[in-house]
């Protein structure tokens, strides 16, 4: 774990930051070569990703102010504008940016399950390789395992200030490597026959049913009606919104 990387004149460098700009560089890319295989404007795709990008990162925020960290956020309310201190959500980030894309798309009379089909090998990889950038940041950490096994975070991580020296299980890793075998199998479907937005529906429930799991390993997140985290209720709402979103789009189209 390194939370920092170097430093430039004094000015320290955060591990998370490089890396997450990584992550969504290596997104676009992939996601502007499959734009172009399809034969969409460079250009208005680069708008559209940096307009997406945008409401990821406001859904980021305000998903882990309202359902991840609440009550923390509730005692302190002007630490909501300190982004520069953590406390991005995932899956927020992907809701915001998906619904600001679906907007554009509509501004841009695209087809929506076309235009997500593209996005979505680029998005899960950029996610692998975020969570990487949280394993270096030292957060989105796992529970105790109770043995021998697991990542002792150091002193000065949020992992260690919880639980200290015990083994934790190493939920972000696992998490980056799932995203990586998804992104495997999106590139392989990409080129199959696929009825428009199932590689997108795919996207979403492989990602989604491998992070509800996973939640069961996190030691970071409150828990809800259930017992079910945040993060698990977002999962089991995210599939069931695509599916039943993409069956009715299917069904509308067949029967006109």
Request: proline letters at 5%; a neutral charge; charged letters at 15%.
């Amino acid at each position: 774990m390194r939370e920092y990387l170097f430093e430039i004149f004094g000015f320290a460098v955060p591990s998370h930051s490089v890396v997450s700009v990584l992550a969504i560089m290596l997104g676009l890319g992939v996601t502007a070569y499959f734009a172009k295989l399809q034969g969409k404007d460079p250009e208005k795709v680069s708008e559209m990703a940096f307009s997406t990008i945008l409401g990821g990162l406001i859904g980021a925020r305000l998903w882990e102010v309202l359902f991840f960290q609440g009550g923390y956020y509730l005692s302190h309310p002007l630490q909501i504008f300190a982004v520069w201190d953590g406390g991005m959500s995932v899956q927020g980030g992907l809701i915001g940016g998906i619904l600001t894309g679906a907007w554009y798309v509509r501004k841009l009379k695209w087809s929506f399950w076309e235009t997500a089909d593209i996005f979505a090998p680029g998005m899960i990889l950029a996610q692998a390789i975020g969570r990487a950038a949280c394993f270096l940041n030292g957060d989105a950490y796992g529970a105790p395992t109770n043995s021998g096994f697991g990542i002792v975070y150091p002193p000065g991580t949020n992992a260690h200030a919880e639980y200290g020296d015990q083994p934790l299980w190493p939920a972000e890793v696992f998490e980056s490597m799932w995203n990586m075998v998804v992104f495997a199998l999106l590139i392989l479907l990409k080129f199959k026959p696929l009825p428009k937005g199932m590689l997108f529906v795919a996207y979403v429930t492989l990602y989604s049913v491998a992070r509800f799991f996973l939640e069961y390993l996190r030691g970071d997140t409150p828990e809800y009606l259930f017992n079910w985290t945040a993060g698990q209720w977002t999962s089991v709402a995210a599939i069931g919104v695509t599916v039943v979103l993409y069956a009715a789009t299917r069904l509308l189209k067949k029967g006109q």
